[in-house]
């Protein structure tokens, strides 16, 4: 079993509509990521929460606006997506931001934007 | 360049078989290395990492890795393979003092024959 929980499992959405991804991870880690990732390929990473501040933004499109509202959870809200933003998103948590560490994954929220 | 290559896109073998997954990186620092182990529509969960030491590292699953400086390589292993370990495996490169930023090869795809 997974310590990272992502929901919905399933996202289903018009390009004009608001919906959100939740993370939650009770492993006391400190530093909170979301990557997407797309068919047949490697997870690309979006943003990096650490100690609740953002820390990394990867050149993210504003269409897509994290939220971190504590140590323990973890939003991506989404406005006004395109279809080509259909993909796996995978929320993941480690200890630190910083020093040698591994990352724990969510099983991931497909998105499928029509 | 910081960069981690995996040169077999596609591995099939037998049941029961050995396997060998190759991982070939570069990196200015000292590199903490990792394998991910991905199946269809899940996210990715560690099998082994290695940060120092031992350059031979066991992981869960009956995985096991070995690490060799001199040919930048972190290649991983099983003795035996086992239908449910048809997946998708990354390899991936971080800093000593900045995991943040991953850098995920573009994984093997493992298909398992009975």
């Known amino acids: 079993d997974t310590e990272v929980t992502q929901t919905p499992k399933h996202l289903v959405m018009g390009m004009t509509n608001k919906k959100s991804l939740k993370c939650e991870q009770h492993?006391?880690?400190?530093?909170m990521y979301w990557y997407k990732q797309k068919a047949k390929k490697p997870p690309e990473l979006m943003f990096v929460y650490s100690y609740e501040k953002l820390s990394i933004n990867e050149s993210v499109p504003s269409r897509f606006s994290p939220e971190c509202p504590n140590s323990s959870l973890l939003n991506l809200h989404l406005h006004a997506l395109q279809p080509e933003d259909s993909a796996l998103y995978l929320c993941?948590?480690?200890?630190?931001?910083?020093?040698?560490?591994?990352?724990?994954f969510g099983e991931g929220s497909r998105l499928t934007v029509l | 360049a910081q960069s981690v290559t995996q040169p077999d896109i596609h591995i099939t073998v037998s049941e029961g078989a050995s396997l060998e997954l190759r991982c070939n990186y570069s990196?200015?620092?000292?590199?903490?290395l990792f394998w991910y182990v991905q199946s269809p529509g899940q996210g990715l969960q560690l099998l082994l990492k290695?940060?120092?030491?031992?350059?031979l590292v066991q992981g869960i699953k009956g995985f096991e890795a070995e690490f060799k400086r001199s040919q930048s390589s972190f290649n991983l292993r099983k003795p035996s393979v086992h239908w449910s370990d048809a997946a998708e495996y990354f390899c991936a490169v971080g800093g000593s003092y900045n995991t943040d930023k991953l850098i995920f090869g573009t994984g093997t795809r493992l298909q398992v024959f009975p």
């Open positions: 990196y200015g620092a000292t590199p903490y």
């Open positions: 290695y940060f120092s030491g031992d350059t």
């Open positions: 993941a948590s480690s200890q630190s931001g910083t020093g040698p560490g591994e990352l724990f």
């Open positions: 492993m006391g880690h400190r530093a």
